[in-house]
């Protein structure tokens, strides 16, 4: 549960910073 949880938070935060990043 617990590495599942963080793996979704890291995609999140990569797919966001990949967004952000130009």
Partial sequence: MDGSRRGHV???A???S???SP
């Fill in 10 to 12: 890291i995609d999140d």
């Fill in 14 to 16: 990569l797919l966001a």
């Fill in 18 to 20: 990949f967004l952000t």
